[in-house]
T-cell receptor, first 110, second 114 residues
């Protein structure tokens, strides 16, 4: 089976740094994606990790540890527009499916 | 280039009614997917297709049927709608193996079953 866990909600202040964690237990693993989803909109791609380590993309970075079944998304210099849900998704051995976590709703306060 | 489009955007059904949701993509993608999203449960895969004429079951297929008669279209059918099918439905597509390509999502269809 597959189980993906994320915190339900987080709050942070504009200009700060926030780390959103994702833990997973899957029968097979190939890669991990992070998506951003604003309320009432479709998810949009943020990052993809297949190897252990940190991937940096501007203000957003994503880390993966395959041995620990753990990833995090790091958002720096938070802006009000970063208020959204952040979805972690795992793909299995044969790339058959994306399995999504429940999402973390981030609120950025002034 | 419209990407992934979904029709309709919003629909209200009575229990027992049927309907078809249409997904279209203009990126020549092989893979297409239907998800439902419910509060606190994330996105759950209903059915997917790895190419024209092929379909497969996902995590929550019961109560839904799909067809992929043309490469660019993926239809999701509800034969007899139930209140438990009230949800937001997202279609997505990807070019090749999901493991190396991200999925592109449509804007969603909000379905209310009374």
């Amino acid at each position: 089976g597959q189980n993906i866990d994320q915190p339900t909600e987080m709050t942070a202040t504009e200009g700060a740094i926030v780390q959103i964690n994702c833990t997973y237990q899957t029968s097979g693993f190939n890669g991990l994606f992070w998506y951003q989803q604003h309320a009432g909109e479709a998810p949009t791609f943020l990052s993809y990790n297949v190897l252990d380590g940190l991937e940096e993309k501007g203000r957003f970075s994503s880390f993966l540890s395959r041995s620990k079944g753990y990833s995090y998304l790091l958002l720096k210099e938070l802006q009000m527009k970063d208020s959204a849900s952040y979805l972690c998704a795992v793909t299995g051995n044969y790339g058959q499916n994306f399995v999504f976590g429940p999402g973390t709703r981030l609120s950025v306060l002034p | 280039n419209a990407g992934v489009t979904q029709t309709p955007k919003f629909r209200v059904l009575k229990t027992g009614q049927s309907m078809t949701l249409l997904c279209a993509q203009d990126m020549n993608h092989e893979y297409m997917y239907w998800y439902r999203q419910d509060p606190g449960m994330g996105l759950r895969l209903i059915h997917y297709s790895v190419g024209e004429g092929t379909t497969a079951k996902g995590e929550v297929p019961d109560g839904y049927n799909v067809s992929r008669l043309k490469k660019q279209n993926f239809l999701l059918g509800l034969e007899s709608a139930a209140p438990s099918q009230t949800s937001v439905y997202f279609c997505a597509s990807s070019s090749t193996l999901q493991t190396v390509e991200t999925q592109y999502f449509g804007p969603g269809t909000r379905l209310l079953v009374l």
